[in-house]
């Protein structure tokens, strides 16, 4: 099918592109600025889409400008759906990246999709309003929304805190500052996540939400601890109360159950690579870059 993606320049649109192309897909980058509705209409029509997956967007949390966030998170993905519906042939498929932010801080977990949202920062905020958003155009196209969980592999930005320990360990720095050390995320494999959209496409429903995970969080001492034993460097780490967020999440880790269902009832199986053979895959793709 062809494909349109926003944001295929980016780390996950790297990826996904690869992962695409290998299925025998086409995958079409989208090229016009999603704040320029007129560029949007003309190059979405000429492009005449089967398949749309929306992947651009502000991601880093700590974003310096929070008004960015909903320029082009929620204002962005309305310009692009205006720009969809004006299609003669609308895409029959239509996926919308959110995020697990979304669901705040919960006393549940695994978090299913049935938690109510809480966002507590502006990034998780503009995701949720996106979400609401897109929700007045189901009547006119067949979109769906993803919540993908804490992800990373190689050629990921060291803004992020596993690139920047796979940097510090590749480097054999003698020492890092962090933040909280003991928060539990999922670091899955953007492999998974990226083979997961796919399958979506040809599955997905239109109006639902699912989690993109795989249900197993980690703490970053964890991780700091399996990347030491892979590497054989010791590496000191000291934590900056700079680098601790006032409204941090505390636990996130996501049920894979509402996904698992549909798609194995596909004929679809998740690969879900450990966290010691993504961190193998950085530390070699980062000791050659």
């Known amino acids: ?47 005449a889409p089967e398949a749309v997956v929306h992947l651009a967007g502000i991601s880093f949390v700590e974003h310096a400008d929070a008004i960015v966030f909903y320029d082009v998170n929620v204002i962005g993905t309305l310009n692009l759906l205006d720009a969809l519906v004006a299609l003669e042939q609308p895409p029959g498929s239509v996926l919308l990246v959110s995020s697990a932010n979304v669901y705040g801080n919960c006393k549940q977990s695994p978090i299913t999709e049935s938690q109510p949202p809480a966002p507590v920062n502006q990034y998780a905020m503009s995701k949720l309003a996106m979400e609401y958003m897109a929700r007045t155009y ?30 510090h360990f590749v480097r054999q720095a003698p020492v890092i500052s962090l933040g909280n050390l003991h928060v539990e995320r999922e670091f899955n494999d953007v492999q998974m996540v990226c083979e997961t959209y796919i399958a979506l496409l040809s599955c997905g429903q239109p109006g639902e939400i699912y989690n993109v995970c795989s249900g197993r969080p980690y703490s970053l001492s964890e991780v700091i601890q399996e990347l ?35 798609l194995s009832g596909h004929g679809v199986s998740l690969r879900i690579p450990t966290l010691v053979d993504t961190l193998k895959q950085m530390l070699v793709a980062d000791g050659k870059s």
């Open 138 to 167: 189901l009547d006119r196209l067949p979109l769906f929304f993803v919540r993908p969980f804490n992800y990373t592999g190689p050629g990921q930005n060291i803004n992020f805190v596993i690139p920047k320990l796979v940097d």
């Open 228 to 262: 030491t034993r892979i590497s054989n460097h010791d590496l000191r780490v000291e934590v900056n109360p700079a680098f601790v967020r006032p409204n941090e999440l505390h636990r996130l880790c996501g049920s894979p159950e509402k996904l698992l269902t549909l």
């Open 1 to 47: 099918m062809r494909i349109l993606v926003t944001g295929a320049d980016g780390f996950t649109g790297r990826h996904f592109a690869a992962s695409a192309g290998a299925c025998g897909h086409e995958v079409v980058s989208l090229q016009s600025n999603l704040t320029d509705l007129d560029a949007l209409i003309q190059e979405t029509a000429q492009v």
